[in-house]
T-cell receptor
C-alpha cells in the first residue's frame, strides 16, 4: 500500500491566489520530509527540507516567502504556494524517508499538478 | 558540485529487445545511488538502492549495477508495461537525506 499520501493530485487556481498541498506519511513518523518540483522532461529539483517543529530549510533560489512549508506533526507537512503566478505551474512532489537511517529509500507521494491560470 | 547525467534521454525498444540505461555521476562521497520508475503524472516508485562499486541488484526483468563513476539499469526482454521514465538519483555523504536526481530516461517498449 501507499506509504505517502499527497493531496490534491490536481489543482487549478487563479493567478494571485494561494494553494495548499498536503503530504502525509502513512507508515511511519517522519521528522523530515522533502518537497520537490518537476518541470516537463526535467529532473526532480529539491525545493526544501521540511523539519518537524522547526523552520524548513530552503534550497538556493527558492523563495521561502512564496513557498510556505509547515511541518506541524510527525506525519504531516504542507506546502502553500502563495500569490501563485502562471510560472509556478508545475508538478510538486513530496518525499519521506525513515529517520535515524541515512541508507533507506525515499518514498514519494503521487504528486500534485498545479496549473495557475 | 554533484552531478547526475542519464543517457539516453529517450529509448524505444521492441518487446523482448534487451538494453541498458546509463547513469553517470560525480559526487563528493557517495552514500547511495537510487533507481526509480516514474509513470506519467505520478510520483517516483522505488526500484533499487546501490551503495558500493561492484554491487548488483535484480528485480524481475531489471538489474542494476554500480561502478565508481556510473550505474547501469539493464532491462532484459522488456514488455510494454515496462514503459516509463527511469530516474537515477544520488545521495552524497554531506547532503543529509536529500537526493540529487538526473533528468531520466524515457523508455517506450512497443509490442
Amino acid at each position: 500500500g501507499a506509504v505517502v499520501s499527497q493531496h490534491p493530485s490536481r489543482v487549478i487556481c487563479k493567478s494571485g491566489t494561494s494553494v495548499k498541498i498536503e503530504c502525509r506519511s502513512l507508515d511511519f513518523q517522519a521528522t523530515t520530509m522533502f518537497w520537490y518540483r518537476q518541470f516537463p522532461k526535467q529532473s526532480l529539483m529539491l525545493m526544501a527540507t521540511s523539519n518537524e517543529g522547526s523552520k524548513a530549510t530552503y534550497e538556493q533560489g527558492v523563495e521561502k516567502d512564496k513557498f510556505l512549508i509547515n511541518h506541524a506533526s510527525l506525519t504531516l507537512s504542507t506546502l502553500t504556494v502563495t500569490s501563485a503566478h502562471p510560472e509556478d505551474s508545475s508538478f510538486y512532489i513530496c518525499s519521506v524517508r525513515r529517520t535515524g537511517s541515512m541508507n533507506t529509500e525515499a518514498f514519494f507521494g503521487q504528486g500534485t499538478r498545479l496549473t495557475v491560470v | 558540485e554533484d552531478q547526475v547525467t542519464q543517457s539516453p534521454e529517450a529509448l524505444r525498444l521492441q518487446e523482448g529487445e534487451s538494453s541498458s540505461l546509463n547513469c553517470s555521476y560525480t559526487v563528493s562521497g557517495l552514500r547511495g545511488l537510487f533507481w526509480y520508475r516514474q509513470d506519467p503524472g505520478k510520483g517516483p516508485e522505488f526500484l533499487f538502492t546501490l551503495y558500493s562499486a561492484g554491487e548488483e541488484k535484480e528485480k524481475e526483468r531489471l538489474k542494476a549495477t554500480l561502478t565508481k563513476k556510473e550505474s547501469f539499469l539493464h532491462i532484459t526482454a522488456p514488455k510494454p508495461e515496462d514503459s516509463a521514465t527511469y530516474l537515477c538519483a544520488v545521495q552524497a555523504r554531506n547532503s543529509g537525506y536529500a537526493l540529487n536526481f538526473g533528468k531520466g530516461t524515457s523508455l517506450l517498449v512497443t509490442p
